[in-house]
């Protein structure tokens, strides 16, 4: 399959860390978004990050910055519209997304979001790992998204739609399963705790 071009998606608040781009946290000496970025481009074609603000603080990462396209931070949807109409530029027929706050996310992502849609016919495919409450918890900002629907998508976001399977739910989205049982590889940092659990696990990652 041909490498899809990846967007990080760096849009939102950051509220419970205070504000702020969590991305540019430091994580073993390095902003948690050159790890991500590492993880991402060995699986990926060209890479830009979805963010707002001035995209001058984001310079030294040599990448493209997306702002969204609809106003009032409407959430991660807005990014991979964002994505989306970037990728049509490049004549690109898919994107896949990742979350800038999520340093441990799955080596072979994208390879495993396409297979997913293939084999089961969806035009979206979502990650997802087991739960023992739900049955399947599904991680839909690492997704794979097709161009062809970006009219739609921003169609339902001017609408007010901000929740991301209300949206894939309509339109039929497979589930890439990942294992989770050594530790969450969608683990998240939105909290101070969570970046000190992060570098333990990059610790015992390393040794």
């Known amino acids: 399959m041909s490498a899809v071009p990846g967007v990080i998606l760096a849009g939102g608040l950051a509220t419970r860390m205070g504000g702020g ?21 060995p699986q990926a074609g060209p890479l830009a990050l979805n963010a707002n603000g001035d995209p001058a603080r984001f310079a030294p990462f ?16 807005a990014g991979v519209l964002a994505g989306l109409d970037w990728a049509q530029a490049l004549g ?3 994107i896949v997304t990742v979350a800038a706050d999520t340093p ?17 016919g969806a035009p979206i495919a979502l990650a997802a790992t087991p739960d023992e409450r739900r049955g399947l918890a599904r991680h839909p900002t ?18 007010g739609t901000r929740k991301v399977v209300a949206w894939t739910d309509r339109h039929g989205a497979a589930n890439a399963l990942f294992d989770a049982s050594a530790h969450d590889p969608f683990f998240n ?13 990059l610790a015992e990652q390393t040794t």
Do not use: M, Y
Not at 22 to 38: D, G, N, Y
Not at 62 to 77: A, T
Not at 104 to 120: C, G, I, N, S, Y
Not at 146 to 158: H, M, S
């Open 21 to 41: 781009d969590k991305c540019l946290l430091e994580l073993a000496s390095r902003p948690l978004l050159a790890h991500v970025i590492e993880r991402l481009a």
């Open 62 to 77: 040599g990448l493209p910055v997306l702002p969204d396209s609809v106003p009032g931070f409407p959430g991660p949807l």
């Open 92 to 94: 690109a027929a898919q």
């Open 104 to 120: 441990f996310f799955p080596t072979d992502l994208v390879a495993r979001l396409q297979a997913a849609a293939e084999a089961q």
């Open 142 to 159: 690492f997704g794979l998204w097709p161009v062809a629907l970006r009219e739609d998508l921003r169609a339902a976001l001017q609408a």
């Open 189 to 201: 940092i939105n909290t101070p705790e969570d970046l000190e659990r992060a570098r333990r696990i």
